[in-house]
């Protein structure tokens, strides 16, 4: 760790900057085999509707074009089968994750819905990518960045990977700021998701500090100065359900 005696939050706690991605790892490889079935039972469903929406923005070739997407804190790898699913014959995605049981459980998914040879997955840390520069078409992180301990380093690792004249496209619960839906959102986030944690995973804490991590996470307009500091033009985003999520945008140009 190259900023010692910094510290972070982990959650609602703050922790030493070197002692975050340790905990981050414990979250996922606690929750990895029930990771997918939680997504829906805590959103409703409605993060595959905000996922399809990335993949709408991403527009990834009907063609045999070749196009390559990394799509980074990728995880069990919905970002790249939705985007295998929505492109042409030239689309290879790699999902890139630190995770290793996050990992595992993608390798399985893409193998029953034969995409094993469109989506490959490599275990890899997003703030020091092992990828060459100007190597890719487009960079997905989806529900990804808010548990990267130095955001700055992996935002500037994605402006380095991408072909100049692609994009870059992050998905992230964002804040509510809609008078009644505020309340009800906190009320669902601090009551419903851990218990809920605990009877599927066995593991409230997981999901408290998925519940705080998002209360810690910059505002929009912050965040978009973040991708601009990395780089980036032409950098916009929207917010989706009132706010709950934000989907960012910048270009490598
Ligand atoms: C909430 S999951 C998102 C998974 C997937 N993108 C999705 O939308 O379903 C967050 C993922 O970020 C990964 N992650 C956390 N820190 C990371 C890092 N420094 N580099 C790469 N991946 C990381 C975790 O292992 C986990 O799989």
């Known amino acids: 760790m190259d900023r010692p005696g910094e510290t972070t939050h982990f959650g609602f706690k703050d922790v030493p900057l070197g002692d975050k991605q340790t905990l981050v790892n414990d979250v996922f490889h606690s929750v990895a085999s029930r990771y997918d079935l939680m997504n829906d039972l805590m959103s409703a469903g409605l993060h595959r509707v905000w996922k399809d929406i990335m993949i709408n923005a991403l527009d990834p070739p009907r063609s045999d074009?070749?196009?390559?997407?990394?799509?980074?804190?990728?995880?069990?790898?919905?970002i790249s089968f939705r985007a295998a699913k929505a492109a042409g014959e030239?689309?290879?995605?790699?999902?890139?994750?630190?995770?290793?049981?996050?990992?595992?459980?993608?390798?399985?998914?893409?193998?029953?819905?034969?995409?094993?040879?469109?989506?490959?997955?490599?275990?890899?840390?997003?703030?020091?990518?092992?990828?060459?520069?100007?190597?890719?078409?487009?960079?997905?992180?989806?529900?990804?960045?808010?548990?990267?301990?130095?955001?700055?380093?992996?935002l500037r690792e994605a402006y380095r990977v991408l072909k100049p004249g692609s994009r870059f496209l992050c998905l992230e619960f964002s804040t509510v700021e809609m008078p009644g839906l505020d309340k009800l959102y906190d009320l669902f986030s601090f009551k419903v998701i851990p218990?809920?944690?605990?009877?599927?995973?066995?593991?409230?804490?997981?999901?408290?500090?998925?519940?705080?991590?998002?209360r810690k996470f910059p505002k929009p307009n912050a965040f978009a100065d973040m991708i601009r500091d990395a780089g980036f033009s032409r950098v916009s985003w929207q917010t989706l359900t009132g706010g709950i999520v934000a989907l960012h945008s910048g270009w490598r140009l």
């Open 195 to 214: 218990p809920l944690g605990r009877m599927v995973t066995g593991d409230a804490e997981s999901y408290q500090y998925l519940v705080e991590s998002i």
């Open 90 to 154: 030239g689309f290879h995605a790699t999902v890139c994750d630190i995770n290793s049981d996050m990992l595992a459980v993608g390798r399985e998914r893409a193998a029953k819905r034969h995409l094993d040879t469109r989506v490959d997955f490599v275990e890899g840390n997003a703030e020091a990518l092992a990828f060459a520069d100007r190597s890719f078409d487009a960079y997905t992180i989806a529900f990804g960045i808010r548990n990267v301990p130095q955001i700055d380093k992996a």
């Open 65 to 78: 074009r070749p196009f390559k997407l990394l799509d980074v804190a990728g995880g069990t790898g919905d």
